[in-house]
Nanobody, 121 residues
Framework: QVQLVESGGGPVRPGGSLELSCVGT???????????MGWYRQTPGNERELVAG?????????YYADSIKGRFTVSRDGARNTIYLRMNDLTSEDTAVYFC??????????WGRGTQVTVSS
């Protein structure tokens, strides 16, 4: 079992920045043997949208949604079992609940409970 806990959300003005963190506890080996690790976001009435993350298939790729390319950066610290999402130049369209997601090598999937990001003047 893996537990994921996000932090770093909150209110921010347009053009501002935030950095989200997601710390994994429990079977942290999964942070080293995973097939996907990354971030989704969700707004009311909509499905969760994949924002950014790391896929290990095909030699490993880093994914960014078109809507956030050039503004968001995903990174990870294996020693701390933590994944980050640095968000710059935020707009109101980035307002959402952001969720951390992990899919292990044996295809078990875990979600954090989410952290709210609100971009407003």
């Amino acid at each position: 079992q893996v537990q994921l806990v996000e932090s770093g959300g909150g209110p921010v003005r347009p053009g501002g920045s935030l950095e989200l963190s997601c710390v994994g506890t429990g079977n942290t080996f999964s942070f080293k043997a995973y097939s996907f690790m990354g971030w989704y976001r969700q707004t009311p009435g909509n499905e969760r949208e994949l924002v950014a993350g790391f896929f290990t298939a095909n030699g490993g790729t880093t994914y960014y949604a078109d809507s956030i390319k050039g503004r968001f950066t995903v990174s990870r610290d294996g020693a701390r079992n933590t994944i980050y999402l640095r968000m710059n130049d935020l707009t109101s369209e980035d307002t959402a609940v952001y969720f951390c997601n992990l899919i292990t090598a044996n295809k078990s999937e875990y979600w954090g409970r989410g952290t709210q990001v609100t971009v407003s003047s």
